[in-house]
């Protein structure tokens, strides 16, 4: 089985998927047939951007494999959502570099990796909110 990123010279890796020659739809991860025409579909690097359009927390460490136990072990609540691209394909993403009080639908994102599940990290971290909403303050975490 290939990978699902391929390396796209001058923007950096991006995911592969494939677009349908006859309708156009785009589909991800690669597939050689069209699921909505049946005609045939040519391999596309997808845009690297997307924006968020659902999300939840993964609370419980997924089977292993193929999820990977980070180093040191233990396992820690991770978001994952669906990242929207431009060419209309919905990805599951394990979103880094974001706490769950932090996240927010249409919130831009850069895919970065995707070896396995597809990995994504707000395209601007630096406008998360790094304060907890009021609401929170003194809750469960
Ligand atoms: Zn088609």
């Not at 995911?15 to 690669?30: K, M, N, Q």
């Not at 025409?37 to 993964?58: D, F, K, N, Y």
């Not at 669906?82 to 994102?109: F, K, N, Q, S, T």
Request: aromatic letters at 4%; glycine letters at 12%; proline letters at 14%.
């Amino acid at each position: 089985m290939e990978g699902a990123l391929t390396a796209v010279p001058v923007t950096g890796p991006a995911l592969r998927g494939s677009r349908c020659a006859a309708c156009a739809v785009t589909v991800h991860p690669a597939d050689p047939g069209c699921p909505s025409c049946g005609g045939p579909a040519e391999p596309v690097a997808l845009s690297t951007t997307g924006t968020v359009w659902t999300w939840t927390v993964q609370r419980y460490a997924p089977k292993s494999p193929p999820y990977v136990v980070p180093e040191g072990g233990g396992f820690r609540p991770f978001v994952v959502g669906y990242v929207e691209l431009p060419e209309g394909v919905r990805i599951l993403a394990v979103l880094d570099g974001v706490r769950p009080d932090e996240m927010r639908i249409d919130m831009p994102v850069v895919i970065t990796a995707g070896d396995g599940v597809p990995r994504a990290r707000p395209a601007d971290p630096d406008s998360l909110p790094r304060a907890r909403p009021a609401r929170q303050e003194g809750g469960v975490s």
